[in-house]
């Protein structure tokens, strides 16, 4: 088997006619892959595992923009869309935002960290108030790269989803915690 830097699959028509294609998905899966599986994971930060979490930032960034071309769009976490954009200065702000969440989140009662998002995603907060008749969702808390906030809050639902109120940041987030518990 010929086997190169990047992800291919090996084709073969007559014996000496060899010929290499790419296989971006199968690359980026193994890429975002978490250890451990991220239904053991408490935090944000267990979540940090894969390549795109530990690899060095310039390459992490470098296979997205390779992969994530105008055919292909990645599943990918929050920060990396942003910070591909320049919007962030580095992964590392990014994942000290997704900590200042949870420390604020978890020091209320009723918030729980939910971490089986997306592939590669970062996890988001139920309100476990909420989750009650006649309601179907949760309150939930999620980042996001659609604005420089970089959180929404999603109110409990019963049928249609409502549209994500985006939060300013986590001060934003901590002056407007108390009412959203009371949704």
């Known amino acids: ?4 830097q990047e992800s291919s699959v090996l084709q073969v ?4 006619d060899v010929q290499l294609e790419p296989v971006p998905g199968l690359e980026w899966s193994l890429a975002t892959e978490a250890h451990p599986e ?10 940090r595992t894969s390549w795109i979490h530990t690899a060095p930032e310039h390459q992490v960034l470098e296979l997205f923009r390779k992969l994530h071309g ?9 920060w990396l869309r942003a910070l591909d954009r320049g919007e962030l200065p580095s992964r590392d702000a990014a994942f000290e935002i997704e900590d200042e969440v949870h420390a604020v989140l978890r020091s209320r009662p009723g918030w729980v960290f939910v971490p089986w998002a997306g592939t590669g995603e970062s996890g988001y907060w139920e309100y ?7 309601m179907r ?3 939930t808390v999620a980042l996001t790269d659609e604005h420089t906030g970089w959180l929404n809050v999603v109110p409990a639902h019963r049928d249609t ?3 994500p109120i985006p939060i300013k940041g986590v001060s ?3 002056a407007m915690v108390p009412q959203i518990e009371t949704w």
């Open 1 to 4: 088997m010929v086997h190169s």
């Open 13 to 16: 028509g007559r014996p000496d």
């Open 38 to 47: 991220s239904q053991e994971a408490a935090t944000p930060a267990s979540l």
């Open 70 to 78: 105008a055919e292909h769009h990645l599943p990918a976490p929050w």
């Open 128 to 134: 476990a108030p909420s989750d009650r008749a006649p």
């Open 137 to 139: 969702m949760p309150t």
């Open 161 to 163: 989803e409502p549209v």
């Open 172 to 174: 934003g987030l901590i």
